[in-house]
């Protein structure tokens, strides 16, 4: 039988969203259960991550700025680009380690007022969605 998959605290955190201090309060608090290895350092079982990522994300994260959407994929995160064209343009997006790239009109990047420097979340939606192991 394969090893259960357990997350640091950091770990954790990055994988809800969430600030360490967030997820070590909640495990503080016993919202998410934890246990120690051998030195000590406190760990999610990825089960129990796994559980409480979907009763949070029902819950609404608790980020009340989310606008509500059907697009499940949503990566807040730095606009880094803005290419214009005549009609087209070209937004780059930095959302942690993710780069995205979304080509839209040039209208729709003047009327949200998009430029270098500000926030801005991408949204992907698709019909296939590829899952890797790491």
């Given at each position: 039988?394969?090893?259960?998959?357990s997350?640091?605290?950091?770990?954790?955190?990055?994988?809800?969203g969430?600030?360490?201090?967030t997820?070590?309060?909640?495990a503080?608090?016993g919202r998410?259960?934890t246990?120690?290895?051998?030195?000590?350092?406190?760990?999610?079982d990825?089960?129990?991550?796994a559980a409480?990522s979907?009763?949070?994300?029902?819950?609404?994260g608790?980020d009340?700025e989310?606008?509500?959407?059907s697009?499940?994929?949503a990566f807040?995160?730095?606009?880094?680009?803005?290419?214009?064209?005549?009609?087209?343009?070209q937004?780059?997006?930095?959302?942690?380690?993710h780069?995205?790239?979304?080509?839209?009109?040039?209208?729709?990047?003047?009327?949200?007022?998009?430029?270098?420097?500000?926030?801005?979340?991408a949204?992907?939606?698709s019909t296939?969605?590829?899952?890797?192991?790491?």
């Amino acid at each position: 039988m394969p090893h259960m998959q357990s997350y640091s605290i950091g770990q954790a955190a990055r994988l809800l969203g969430v600030s360490p201090d967030t997820a070590r309060r909640w495990a503080d608090a016993g919202r998410i259960a934890t246990h120690r290895d051998e030195s000590g350092r406190r760990l999610v079982d990825g089960r129990d991550l796994a559980a409480f990522s979907v009763g949070f994300a029902q819950s609404g994260g608790g980020d009340d700025e989310t606008p509500r959407t059907s697009v499940r994929n949503a990566f807040p995160g730095i606009v880094t680009a803005v290419k214009l064209g005549d009609v087209a343009a070209q937004v780059e997006v930095q959302a942690g380690p993710h780069r995205l790239v979304s080509l839209l009109t040039r209208e729709a990047v003047e009327e949200l007022g998009l430029e270098v420097g500000m926030r801005a979340t991408a949204r992907v939606k698709s019909t296939s969605v590829h899952i890797d192991r790491t």
